[in-house]
Protein backbone atom coordinates (compact mmCIF):
# COMPACT_ATOMS: atom_id res chain seq x y z
CA UNK A 1 0.00 0.00 0.00
CA UNK A 2 1.25 3.62 -0.52
CA UNK A 3 2.00 5.81 2.72
CA UNK A 4 0.22 8.74 3.37
CA UNK A 5 3.11 11.47 2.61
CA UNK A 6 1.46 14.42 4.67
CA UNK A 7 0.26 15.01 8.28
CA UNK A 8 -2.79 14.66 8.86
CA UNK A 9 -2.62 18.41 10.58
CA UNK A 10 -0.80 19.73 7.72
CA UNK A 11 -2.99 20.97 4.41
CA UNK A 12 -2.50 19.53 1.16
CA UNK A 13 -0.26 21.16 -0.80
CA UNK A 14 -2.16 23.72 -3.49
CA UNK A 15 -0.35 24.31 -7.32
CA UNK A 16 0.80 27.77 -7.92
CA UNK A 17 -1.92 29.87 -9.75
CA UNK A 18 0.45 29.99 -13.16
CA UNK A 19 -0.80 26.04 -13.16
CA UNK A 20 -3.79 26.48 -12.85
CA UNK A 21 -4.55 28.92 -15.75
CA UNK A 22 -2.45 26.82 -17.79
CA UNK A 23 -5.43 24.30 -17.09
CA UNK A 24 -7.90 26.80 -17.35
CA UNK A 25 -7.21 27.87 -20.57
CA UNK A 26 -6.94 24.70 -22.33
CA UNK A 27 -10.42 23.70 -21.16
CA UNK A 28 -11.66 27.47 -22.72
CA UNK A 29 -9.78 26.24 -25.62
CA UNK A 30 -11.08 22.54 -25.82
CA UNK A 31 -14.37 23.50 -25.29
CA UNK A 32 -14.53 25.87 -27.96
CA UNK A 33 -12.94 23.24 -30.30
CA UNK A 34 -15.76 21.13 -29.41
CA UNK A 35 -17.87 23.22 -30.12
CA UNK A 36 -16.86 24.37 -33.88
CA UNK A 37 -16.53 20.45 -34.81
CA UNK A 38 -20.09 19.91 -33.53
CA UNK A 39 -21.14 22.91 -35.14
CA UNK A 40 -19.21 22.10 -38.87
CA UNK A 41 -20.73 18.30 -38.08
CA UNK A 42 -23.90 19.93 -38.29
CA UNK A 43 -23.41 21.89 -41.06
CA UNK A 44 -21.94 19.03 -42.93
CA UNK A 45 -24.78 16.81 -42.92
CA UNK A 46 -27.37 19.79 -43.03
CA UNK A 47 -26.84 20.88 -46.59
Known amino acids: MKEQTTKLDEP ?3 KPDEW ?3 IYFAVI ?3 VVVI ?3 EAFSYYFSH
Open 12 to 14: PVE
Open 20 to 22: WYR
Open 29 to 31: VTT
Open 36 to 38: ALL
